[in-house]
């Protein structure tokens, strides 16, 4: 028994001993680890495989003696350039890399780079193709990428933040930024005077002002960039013949704008959760074009513009206008599909602009004119709206061959202050069935001289419910007729009362649909880009 102690005894002996050593080594292998630490790092990146990062001081380069001196890889070719990589720098200094008055080619990759101003800074070269890749740049007051007059740069696949820019480009021209994330700035990525550049597929999140501006810059190409959180997502500025399309802003003030602009195209982008989804001021033959835009206040706003087109754009589910369109001038507004907007499919202030063609359908007002003089609104559609078309305020307009079925209240509603209007070949087909305080006519009017018919035809409207004998009563204060109205046979279906529709109503199945869409869609631009 007592052999037994003992032996259990020792073998509890040996064990300490066993996990004191196993204690120790672990404890110095922590101790030699902190050491290595302090010298290296390991870079991850999208890659499958890892690079050490060296400890450097700032690298500062303002000739090609100071290039060669510091001994990189490589020949200083356009084949075989200098390689500054795989470089950690930390430093409270002004400029983490800066590179200028060089002609031997070089590519920066795979650095980590922390400056007090910039972490990366590129000017007054006449190379091109310099590349800039898979770094880590992060400048304090300024910029993580700084591009001065330099061409031809290539920067991508960057982390990039910043106090004003993750990415900032003056004075050069045709540059290529792809695949970058930009956060936490004011500016994800900037241009400025930067012409025939390409910026697609990056990512810029929490900027403070915009998740790519561009100033005084033309003919850029910005694609498929997603901007998550934003002042505004994508802003032009002076900034003409270029094209922005399949772009992603969510839970911007703009989601894409272009001001004092002219001749781009906005085409196939998605904006969602903004003030304003895509926003024209002062612009001239801009195209809109299969965009679609919802969850925001305003889908489309056009402000002061002249000659643009908004074309085959999707809006809705908007608290305020699918469309707005204040003093436009021969802006062309045709083909869109308007609905479940909580004011208006279309709404116009001013000016003469053309809208035809359109698709207003569970809006409040289908298209609400005010203030315009002169303006001709034909062939759309507007259906199950509390009001089809609604005119404030609005003279010498022709409202002629639409289609004004199913809405709660009336077809065509004319306020006071409404003069000299024309309205002439519309289908009005089952509206207003239960009634209002004014009557059961499908239309209203309480303007002056108002005229329902076309004189050159003498014909009027057609009306689902004229009885084919007499004139047909329009409903309002001074009993205006339609003199000459044309009978159309259309049975209306009994069905529950339309109620306005609301976020509450029976509609919140699609709501839920459609929120699921956009999270998808967020998801799926977000995989692409880690999947690149």
């Not at 075989?80 to 031997?104: A, H, M, Q, R």
Request: aromatic share 12%.
């Amino acid at each position: 028994m007592k052999k037994r102690l003992q032996l259990i005894r020792n073998f509890g002996y040996f064990c300490s001993l066993i996990l004191l050593i196993v204690f120790f080594a672990n404890y110095m292998f922590l101790l030699n680890s902190e050491q290595i630490l302090e010298k290296e790092t390991i870079f991850q990146t999208d890659s499958l495989y890892e690079v050490k990062l060296t400890l450097s001081d700032p690298i500062i380069i303002i000739n090609d003696q100071d290039l060669e001196s510091f001994g990189f890889q490589g020949s200083g070719t356009e084949a075989e350039p200098y390689l500054i990589e795989n470089y950690l720098i930390d430093t409270d200094d002004e400029f983490g890399i800066f590179i200028t008055n060089v002609s031997k080619h070089f590519k920066i990759q795979y650095c980590e780079v922390y400056a007090g101003i910039s972490a990366i800074s590129i000017s007054n070269l006449t190379l091109e193709n310099i590349e800039i890749t898979n770094n880590v740049c992060q400048g304090e007051e300024w910029y993580g990428i700084y591009i001065y007059s330099t061409n031809y740069v290539v920067i991508t696949d960057n982390w990039c933040s910043g106090g004003a820019a993750g990415i900032v480009c003056w004075y050069s021209n045709s540059e290529f930024i792809e695949n970058n994330e930009c956060y936490d700035t004011d500016f994800g990525i900037a241009l400025y005077e930067t012409h025939k550049s390409i910026i697609g597929d990056n990512f810029c999140y929490n900027n403070n002002i915009a998740g790519i501006r561009i100033m005084y810059s033309s003919y850029n190409n910005i694609s498929r960039n997603t901007i998550n959180i934003a002042g505004k997502g994508i802003s032009l500025v002076s900034a003409s013949f270029g094209s922005i399309h399949e772009n992603f802003c969510n839970n911007t003030f703009w989601g894409i704008s272009a001001e004092y602009t002219n001749r781009i195209s906005i085409h196939d982008n998605l904006c969602i959760r903004s003030t304003t989804g895509i926003q024209l001021w002062h612009t001239g033959k801009i195209n809109i074009t299969h965009n679609e835009c919802y969850s925001c206040h305003r889908g489309i706003s056009v402000d002061d513009d002249s000659e643009s087109q908004v074309r085959n754009n999707i809006c809705y589910n908007n608290s305020e206008h699918g469309i707005y369109i204040r003093t436009g001038e021969s802006t062309q507004v045709s083909n869109n599909s308007l609905y479940l907007n909580k004011l208006t499919g279309i709404k116009n202030l001013r000016g003469s602009p053309i809208i035809g063609l359109n698709n207003c359908s569970m809006n409040n007002i289908g298209i609400l004119m005010r203030d315009v003089q002169s303006l001709t609104l034909s062939n759309n559609t507007c259906t199950l709206n509390v009001d089809g078309i609604v005119l404030e305020e609005t003279d010498y307009s022709t409202i002629s061959y639409n289609i004004l079925q199913e809405n709660i209240e009336y077809g065509v509603k004319i306020w006071d202050w409404s003069t000299w209007n024309k309205i002439h070949h519309n289908y009005f087909i089952c509206n207003n069935r239960n009634g209002t305080e004014h009557g059961f006519s499908q239309a209203y009017d309480e303007g002056y001289n108002n005229r329902w018919y076309e004189s050159s035809t003498d014909e009027g409207n057609y009306w689902n419910d004229y009885e084919g004998i007499g004139e047909y009563q329009i409903d309002g204060k001074d009993n205006n007729t339609d003199p000459y109205p044309f009978e159309y046979y259309f049975e209306c279906i009994k069905t529950e009362t339309i109620t306005e529709p609301t976020e509450e109503s029976s509609l919140s199945l699609l709501t839920v649909l459609l929120s699921f869409i956009g999270t998808a869609s967020i998801a799926k631009i977000r995989y692409k880009k880690e999947k690149k």
